[in-house]
């Protein structure tokens, strides 16, 4: 299946800031997310209710400092926001080919409203509140981690980073959520910090993001990115922040 648009890449907002997200309900899963401190840099989140049935989440990763990448979110968010809407609304809708299409029209208006190449990470996925489906992409992003019953798996990357390829394209897996898991997403600002007073300090890492989602008790989505969040911050043991450290997560409690 093909979705074909007309429309144009729309212009940012005067305020070009991106509206702040409010995590809609669902129905036996939990959705949250925890950043540290004040934005500094690219990361950017956000969900809506796009059918009955349906929960779209993303998180982004745009290159570069925050005073430079709010028009660029801005737009992305839009584009997120009202193709997103537009493709998940059937209930009959190929949930794969909708991923790939709106990933699709993401990476063009970052491109176009960019004037040029600007990277773009991002995980975005579509969660089914009746099946406990999960349809995602991940392009070029940290991977997503979905810890269930068989321990921590990794939702590696499916396609390049946005924002580089006008016509590069991003393949759209989806995964079964039991009872009681949970999908973890990370920015690599998070994956990434170290202690810079030590220099010879290792980075807080995949792994040890990893060890503490599988050591975490059952909780709720916010108190699980709280917990990454926090952890990061006693390794970090006060480094003022160089780059975001963003944590959302999904659980699915029924």
Known sequence: ??????SRVPKPALTVEPVPTVFPRIEGADIAA?????????????????????????????????????????????????????????????ESDAMAELC??????????????????????????????LGYTNAGHTPGLLRDSTGV??????????????HAT?????VGLEKGAALLLVSRGLVECGADHDKSAEEFGLERVKKLLLAAPPSRAQALCLSIVNAVGEFSDGTPLRDD????ALVRTL
């Open 153 to 166: 798996t990794e939702l590696a990357s499916t396609g390049l980073p946005l924002g580089l390829f006008s």
């Open 34 to 94: 925890v950043f540290a401190g004040k934005r500094v840099a690219g990361d950017f989140y956000d969900s809506l209710r796009v059918s009955p049935e349906r929960v779209l989440f993303g998180l982004l990763d745009l290159a570069g400092r925050r005073e430079d990448t709010r028009s660029v979110l801005t737009v992305a968010q839009e584009i997120f926001r009202d193709f997103g809407k537009e493709l998940f609304s059937r209930p009959d809708v190929n």
């Open 170 to 174: 991003c393949d759209a897996p989806i």
């Open 245 to 248: 450290r963003t944590a959302l």
């Open 1 to 6: 299946m093909r979705f074909l648009f007309r």
């Open 104 to 133: 699709h029209r993401i990476n063009r208006s970052i491109l176009e409203i960019s004037s040029g190449v600007r990277s773009c990470p991002a995980f975005i996925a579509c969660y089914h509140e009746r099946f406990g489906t």
